[in-house]
Nanobody, 128 residues
Framework: EVQLVESGGGLVQAGGSLRLSCAAS????????IGWFRQAPGKEREGVSC????????YYADSVKGRFTISSDNAKKMVYLQMNSLKAEDTAVYYC?????????????????????WGQGTQVTVSS
């Protein structure tokens, strides 16, 4: 059974940094993608950043390009999201999600609606 567990959320001042971690387990194949999604009150859940386990391809939402970096350790099955220059607008619950065989989804592979598994979420609050 696939399980995803997030950690690293918390309270940080604007301009600060935070690193989120996602521990993945239970995958029976090597072809999958792990992504970070966030949802603020009253807003749709959106894809922040995703990474493919097979070729290392990455995706970043325009709102976080240049500030966030996704990375992975395939041996440990860990995915990280380094968040720098945080803004109040980054405040949200951040979720880790997994998609099996992402190559079949083309440009939609980092959309919330196609993900197969979800973690429980971790709160990130940025104070201004």
């Amino acid at each position: 059974e696939v399980q995803l567990v997030e950690s690293g959320g918390g309270l940080v001042q604007a301009g600060g940094s935070l690193r989120l971690s996602c521990a993945a387990s239970g995958f029976t194949a090597d072809d999958y993608a792990i992504g970070w999604f966030r949802q603020a009150p009253g807003k749709e859940r959106e894809g922040v950043s995703c990474i493919s386990s097979s070729d290392g391809s990455t995706y970043y939402a325009d709102s976080v390009k240049g500030r966030f970096t996704i990375s992975s350790d395939n041996a440990k099955k860990m995915v990280y999201l380094q968040m720098n220059s945080l803004k109040a607008e980054d405040t949200a619950v951040y979720y880790c999600a997994a998609l099996i065989a992402p190559r079949f989804y083309g440009s939609r592979w980092c959309r919330a609606g196609v993900q197969d598994y979800w973690g429980q979420g971790t709160q990130v609050t940025v104070s201004s």
